[in-house]
């Protein structure tokens, strides 16, 4: 199964109402949950993407599809290049820009592939990396894209994403990837790469704890997940430096 035609295609193969979401994403009433979630996790990417106001910061947006990320934060003042292998969701993201009246330098381009150099500020990979087949390739652009200091910030579904049954039958209908990530597997392959600094941002999107915590806070940890979040809605945030 080529998944990267097939994500290529993936525009064609929605309902009215699936595209008509993608011209309005994260708002609309195609799903006012999903909005809920995306404009939550967009709120903390602002957050945890340490932002300065005093500087002009460039930003590249991996995966970037119909390209709400790119325009929202373009809105904050931010210079974005948004990247999606689909030249149709590229043109969604051109169209959705050109409305707002937004420069942002959106291109056709397979993820995996890229070649820049130092010259990004910051890298954003948001539900990106699970639709690749080589999430590893990906890693390495990011990092030499950025800048010596640079920030990357990754959020992706955890490793049960790769079998839930919801997230499985998705990726049976449409024929693409819908893999899930343990944030140490991610997290071990980013130093490999070069990233330092790496942390993990819990289920509340506050710095997970490194070292040995006390069994009953780990229990009750555990218990608050399991009980409080389904499998797809508990990300794994990591954010790096170059």
């Not at 969604?92 to 592939?113: G, H, M, P, R, T």
């Not at 990092?143 to 955890?158: D, M, W």
Request: aromatic fraction near 10%; glycine fraction near 6%.
């Amino acid at each position: 199964m080529n998944t990267k035609q097939n994500e290529i295609k993936y525009v064609d193969n929605l309902t009215p109402k699936g595209k008509k979401w993608l011209y309005t994403k994260p708002f609309g009433s195609y799903n006012y949950k999903e909005s809920a979630s995306r404009l939550r996790d967009f709120s903390y990417i602002v957050e945890l993407l340490s932002l300065d106001e005093s500087k002009k910061i460039s930003l590249l947006d991996l995966g970037c599809g119909s390209g709400w990320t790119s325009i929202m934060l373009a809105k904050l003042g931010l210079v974005v290049t948004g990247l999606d292998i689909s030249k149709k969701m590229i043109n969604i993201a051109k169209e959705n820009a050109k409305k707002e009246k937004l420069k942002i330098n959106f291109i056709v381009s397979d993820i995996e592939k890229i070649n820049f150099k130092n010259q990004f500020d910051r890298v954003l990979s948001y539900d990106a990396l699970h639709h690749c087949p080589n999430e590893i390739e990906v890693l390495k652009n990011a990092y030499k894209a950025l800048k010596p200091g640079g920030i990357i910030l990754i959020i992706e579904p955890n490793k049960e994403h790769t079998v839930d049954r919801q997230a499985q039958e998705i990726a049976k209908k449409y024929g693409i990837l819908e893999k899930g990530y343990s944030p140490n597997y991610l997290k071990e392959k980013m130093k490999k790469i070069g990233f330092k600094n790496i942390i993990r941002y819990d289920y509340d999107k506050k710095p997970s704890p490194e070292g040995i915590i006390s069994f009953l806070k780990q229990i009750r940890r555990l218990i608050m997940i399991r009980l409080l979040w389904s499998n797809y809605s508990f990300q794994v945030w990591l954010k790096a430096e170059k």
